[in-house]
């Protein structure tokens, strides 16, 4: 079987037959890559964002410089609630200005337009497609989950515990569920919209998710998973779900309709490639850690991954989390060659 890379990754998330399974790293472009950092020099996270043409550079490096089989967006799950007229700004993780902890909070926000509030998002999409169609590489987006997207607007920064969001879970429920659904609105947007510009696949992260209970989860991360998953199913793009610390929630994420489900290095490959079924493909998940290893020992890792899938309907070789900012590139190069070299 002969596949380009924009086949051998669709017909994994889809569960048809492969002649090797696709890969590509969270976080694969950043702050381990010196041509990242250069990328970057001088401006603000943000800024790079908004500057198309350097957008596409540092989606594009990973591809050039370690071998990815295919490229995602540069940019940040954070981005499109600037669409709801939230004051935001990255330090370097997103800090909120006004965080919204009431419904009169969620009130305010703006009716979400993210094509207008974030035009240079779907234009990094469009150049990125054209650039990458003639070499039949794939194109991913992204976006963030609302639990997440909530996580942070109602703490108003990153934190270990999110004791804020849960304060509001437990004594305004109708609150947070009057937030979750103005960023459901949100995200299908977000997401439809990158799809149009070129986005063959698109990615949900739910990174917070992780801090709830299986109980909790369901009734606050899945349904917004799963209206997400429904309403873009006619949009031509595998969705991709990937849960951060949610080994624990895995069997309800099963439920989600995601096309593939994305595993921290916490989750037993071969026993999730047994649950899942013909349910959904899977996606990791090695120990980002693990790269700074040698390089015959993350061959030998990949490998075992390999087998482990093995049974799944589909997979799509990748980390358990982002490359981390120290991360060796030699080891990411390691990574993607162990992929490449199943198939010899």
Known sequence: MSLTRTERLLR??????VDRPPVWLMRQAGRYLPSYRAARAGLSFLDTCRDVERAVEISLQPLREVGTEAVILFS?????????????????????ARPIRTRADVE???????????PYVFETLRRLRRVLEPEAVPLLGFAGAPFTLAAYLV??????????????????????????????????RYLEAQIRAGAQVVQLFDTWAGILGEPEYRAW??????????????????LILYVNDGAHLFGATLE????????????????AA????????????????????????IAAWVGELARAAAPARGHVLNLGHGCLPDTPVEGVRAFTDAARNLSR
Request: aromatic content about 4%.
């Open 274 to 297: 047994r649950r899942a079924g013909r349910r959904a493909s899977l996606q990791g998940n090695l120990d980002p850690c693990a790269l700074a290893a040698p390089r015959e020992r």
């Open 221 to 238: 991360a899945l349904p917004a998973q799963r209206e997400i998953a429904e309403r873009l199913a006619g949009a031509g793009a595998p």
């Open 256 to 271: 989600s309709g995601a096309d593939v489900l994305s595993l921290d290095w916490r989750v037993d490959l071969a026993e």
């Open 12 to 17: 994994a998330c889809r569960g048809e037959p």
């Open 76 to 96: 940040d799950i954070f981005v499109p609630v600037l669409g709801l007229g939230v004051e935001l700004d990255f330090q370097p993780g997103p800090l909120i």
């Open 155 to 188: 703490e108003g920064r990153g934190t270990r515990h999110f004791a804020e969001l849960k304060r509001l879970l437990y004594v305004d429920p109708d609150a947070l569920r009057a937030l979750l659904a103005r960023l459901t609105e949100l995200t299908v």
């Open 108 to 118: 305010k926000l703006a009716e979400p337009d993210v094509e207008r509030a974030v």
